[in-house]
């Protein structure tokens, strides 16, 4: 089959790769891509928030299946005008894909599906947050843009006053636009991270194995927030008997109260996780792969992507049985620019990409890269990243890590602690 991947992120250039990989696809068109999905399919300069563009080329290229990469042409509605196009497309409606696009609305959800997430509130006003924070004791928070903030609409408050600050920030100073014109403030969860990623029909739901995000820019999880700086797939920490607890208790009466709003969830549903010492909490919802979480997991996988990702759009996942994985854990490394997650330049020469990709069960799955003159250029932040098997953790990390020392430009740089936080349950 014929299949577009919209996007042009570290994320669709692994699904690309993935899919360029699978038996039952002939051919991968990306839209717009970047300099390494040109090297696994054929990329057309079409924004992937250009709906009406999108629809028009799938119609005339008779594509039989879109996937869907980022999370604004999917809160925009595209999956909705392809359908409406007798066109099939991976993700939810936009209705559905609110669960990311409005942090109030994925709580309210939450609260009648009783998933288990922190203790909240969703607000409008200054003087409604300082009403809120004087009543309570004066603790950690995490203050949340309401809606989509490309990653960056969550501030850590270490006390009262910071999280004032921070919700100034957001409603007064209009930092994240229309994405702030609520906030949700919510109590600190204290524990390790885990991210899950389901493939979800509006019925039936198939976790695939866990990953682990960084998302503070520093070692040692200081610094901003940002886009995410690196990932590892498993995550020991969520044993079998845990992801059963995951699916029971967090997955599937989701899935059952989204159907109950009127919005049935299909696509990919992932939830991140705080695993507490009272059990996993949900921090957020997003409606998509996670970058760089897709990364290293879909390294791992050897079922055929085309085949499992056509099934959920049609509605037809209980037809498959288990996927399967390479045993072997993945470590991916995002390598960034100079400057990020703040201001950075663009249009740095790369070199050593051929070096590092001839190593032994490395791939690198370009972010923000850009071909212009025979040469492969910086076009983003998030610029690469570095993705290797291993026979533990330790070795994925290790080839990783080899591989990044192949690579360079100006400015480039990367957390050197990525998968240290792997601890057997």
């Not at 563009?53 to 594509?63: C, G, M, Y």
């Not at 994405?179 to 990623?197: F, N």
């Not at 990953?211 to 995410?228: E, I, L």
Request: hydrophobic share 40%; aromatic share 6%.
């Amino acid at each position: 089959m014929k299949v577009l991947v919209i996007g042009q992120g570290g994320r669709e250039h692994a699904l690309a790769w993935k899919l360029a990989g699978a038996e039952s696809v002939t051919d991968v068109f990306c839209a717009p891509g970047n300099a390494g999905m040109a090297t696994v399919g054929s990329c057309v300069p079409l924004p992937s928030d250009d709906i009406p563009a999108l629809v028009s080329f799938a119609r005339d290229q008779s594509i039989d299946l879109a996937v869907v990469g980022p999370e604004v042409p999917l809160v925009n509605g595209l999956v909705d005008a392809f359908q409406a196009a007798g066109l099939r497309a991976f993700g939810p409606s936009k209705q559905a894909a609110a669960l990311e696009g409005s942090k109030a609305f994925a709580k309210e959800i939450m609260r009648r599906g009783n998933v288990p997430t922190a203790d909240h509130v969703v607000l409008e006003t200054l003087e409604e947050a300082q009403t809120f924070l004087q009543d309570r004791e004066d603790q950690s928070w995490v203050v949340k843009a309401d809606g989509l903030a490309a990653g960056k609409g969550v501030i850590m408050c270490d006390d009262r006053i910071q999280a004032l600050e921070a919700v100034r920030h957001i409603l007064v100073e209009d930092a994240f636009g229309n994405a702030g014109k609520q906030v949700v403030i919510e109590e600190t969860l204290v524990g390790q991270e885990a991210s899950i990623l389901a493939l979800v029909d509006g019925n039936t739901i198939v976790a695939l194995e866990s990953s682990q995000d960084h998302k503070r820019a520093g070692d040692g999880d200081t610094g901003p927030n940002t886009g995410g700086m690196g990932a590892y797939s498993p995550a020991p920490l969520v044993t079998p008997e845990l992801m059963s607890d995951i699916e029971r208790n967090v997955l599937v009466p989701t899935v059952h109260a989204m159907k109950l709003a009127g919005c049935p969830f299909q696509g990919l549903l992932y939830a991140g996780l705080m695993i507490t010492n009272q059990g996993p909490r949900v921090l957020e919802f997003n409606v998509r792969f996670g970058d760089p979480e897709a990364q290293p997991v879909l390294l791992r996988l050897r079922s055929d992507l085309g085949e499992v990702l056509l099934a959920a759009a049609d509605g037809r996942l209980a037809e498959f049985g288990p996927l399967e994985w390479d045993p072997r854990p993945s470590v991916c490394v995002v390598m960034a620019s100079d400057g990020y997650p703040e201001k950075y330049q663009t249009g740095h020469p790369i070199q050593g990409l051929d070096q590092a990709a001839a190593l032994p069960d490395v791939e690198v799955f370009h972010a923000g890269t850009t071909a212009a003159d025979g040469q492969v250029l910086t076009s983003g932040g998030r610029v690469l990243g570095i993705t290797a098997l291993g026979d533990d953790h330790s070795d994925a990390k290790r080839r990783a890590y080899e591989a990044v020392k192949c690579i360079r430009w100006e400015g480039a740089w990367c957390r050197k602690d990525i998968s240290d936080k792997v601890r057997q349950p």
